[in-house]
């Protein structure tokens, strides 16, 4: 079966630093593009990072530009986000987006169950 299980959350201090893995199985991790979105309480769920299947091409809203970090194994089948200088607007459950792109595997998405980031002094 399908499955992406995110890692690495927790707390962290403000200017701190954490690294989220989400592995990924049941599907062929390398025809998908990836992303990291993250959702607020009472909050929209948004996009944080987004890699395309090779990891050739990064993609990251002004708010985590510089700071965020995704990047791929397409041995491991595993997709990371570093992320640096975290301030409090960062605390989100962070969650693992699997996409398909029109080249392959169009029109299949999968998403995991994600992984609280908290960041507070």
């Known amino acids: 079966q399908v499955q992406l299980v995110e890692s690495g959350g927790g707390l962290v201090q403000p200017g701190g630093s954490l ?19 993250r959702q607020a309480p009472d ?17 990251y809203p002004d708010s985590m530009k ?16 570093q992320m640096n200088s975290l301030k409090p607007e960062d605390t989100a459950v962070y969650y693992c987006h699997a996409q398909g792109t029109i080249w392959s ?17």
């Open 19 to 37: 690294r989220l893995s989400c592995a990924a199985s049941g599907f062929t991790f390398r025809k998908y593009a990836m992303s990291w979105y």
């Open 43 to 59: 909050k929209e769920r948004e996009l944080v990072a987004h890699i395309t299947t090779a990891g050739g091409s990064t993609t």
């Open 66 to 81: 510089g700071r965020f970090i995704i990047s791929r194994d397409n041995v491991k089948n595993t997709v990371y986000l």
């Open 105 to 121: 595997d169009s029109g299949m998405d999968y998403w995991g169950k994600g992984t609280l980031v908290t960041v507070s002094s």
